[in-house]
Each structure stands twice: as structure tokens, then as C-alpha cells.
């Protein structure tokens, strides 16, 4: 098991209120790590103090709209975006697991996402649209 994995584990199975005692079971795992190491790994893993407790949190996310968003038959929707902002959309929208969403490709700032079926192709547009709309 990965250290991440192990912290992870305790803060889902134990209220955690003190690093100190997270430490204490991560060495008791066989983790030797310092307070300060431990402190950048909660950093890197959304790991929050929330009303006297230890929970993972959901990160902020900014909304970025898209340019533009234009269908190409048959199961084809190419996406620009904002320059840099397309791979992380990309990566939220297949996390997001839109129904008629088959993947995507992303570059800088442009996005290929392709249907399950081209009859999915209207469906997809809706789902890429509402999905923005929510805020990826």
C-alpha cells in the first residue's frame, strides 16, 4: 500500500482531528514520515480541516467556457477552448461520465469528444452543454 492510499484509509475509517495521531498510525502501518511531509501529502491530496476533523474535499473548481462547440457528423464534437483550459475539461467530462460521451482528445485548447453512436450525436451536445453549465 502507497503512503496515499494509507492516509486515505485511516481518514475514512477513523475521525481524525490531530496530524499527529494520523502519524501515529501511518508509522504503526510502517510509514515513517515527518509532520511537514505528511502536512504536503494532505496539501497534494485535498485533505481539509472541516469542523474539528480531517476530511478529503472536493477541489475548487474555476469555470472556464468553452469559445465555441460544433457538431461534426457523424459523432463528432470539437470543443475550444480557452488556451491551456481544454485538458483539464476533457479530463472532467470523462470523469463526469456523460451517458452519450464514447472519450475524448485533448490538446492545448481544443477538444475532439466523440459519441457513443452517431445517433447520440444531439444528446452529446446537450450533456457537454448542461455539464458546462453546472460548472466542470
Same mark, same amino acid.
Given at each position: 500500500?502507497?503512503?496515499?492510499?494509507? +492516509?486515505?484509509?485511516? !481518514?475514512?475509517?477513523?475521525? +481524525?482531528?490531530?496530524?499527529?495521531?494520523?502519524?501515529?498510525?501511518?508509522?504503526i502501518d510502517g510509514f515513517?514520515? &515527518?509532520?511537514?511531509?505528511?502536512?504536503?501529502?494532505?496539501?497534494? !491530496? *485535498?485533505?481539509?480541516?472541516?469542523?474539528?476533523?480531517? #476530511?478529503? $474535499?472536493?477541489? &475548487?473548481? $474555476?469555470? &472556464?467556457?468553452?469559445?465555441? +462547440?460544433?457538431?461534426?457528423?457523424?459523432?463528432?464534437?470539437?470543443?475550444?477552448?480557452?488556451?491551456?483550459?481544454?485538458?483539464?475539461?476533457?479530463?472532467?467530462?470523462?470523469?463526469?461520465?456523460?451517458?452519450? !460521451?464514447?472519450?475524448?482528445?485533448?490538446?492545448?485548447? &481544443?477538444?475532439?469528444?466523440?459519441?457513443?453512436?452517431?445517433? #447520440?450525436?444531439?444528446? !452529446?451536445?446537450?450533456?457537454?452543454?448542461r455539464f458546462l453549465e *453546472?460548472?466542470?
Amino acid at each position: 500500500m502507497h503512503v496515499d492510499e494509507a +492516509i486515505l484509509s485511516h !481518514l475514512g475509517s477513523h475521525e +481524525i482531528g490531530d496530524q499527529s495521531v494520523l502519524l501515529g498510525l501511518l508509522r504503526i502501518d510502517g510509514f515513517e514520515l &515527518t509532520l511537514s511531509t505528511l502536512s504536503r501529502r494532505m496539501k497534494k !491530496l *485535498n485533505i481539509r480541516k472541516e469542523r474539528g476533523f480531517y #476530511r478529503v $474535499t472536493q477541489p &475548487t473548481r $474555476t469555470v &472556464t467556457p468553452p469559445l465555441s +462547440i460544433r457538431k461534426v457528423k457523424p459523432c463528432l464534437l470539437i470543443i475550444r477552448t480557452p488556451v491551456g483550459s481544454a485538458q483539464a475539461l476533457a479530463v472532467a467530462m470523462d470523469a463526469a461520465q456523460l451517458p452519450s !460521451l464514447a472519450g475524448s482528445v485533448a490538446g492545448h485548447d &481544443t477538444i475532439f469528444v466523440a459519441s457513443t453512436d452517431p445517433s #447520440r450525436l444531439d444528446s !452529446l451536445d446537450e450533456e457537454v452543454r448542461r455539464f458546462l453549465e *453546472n460548472g466542470f
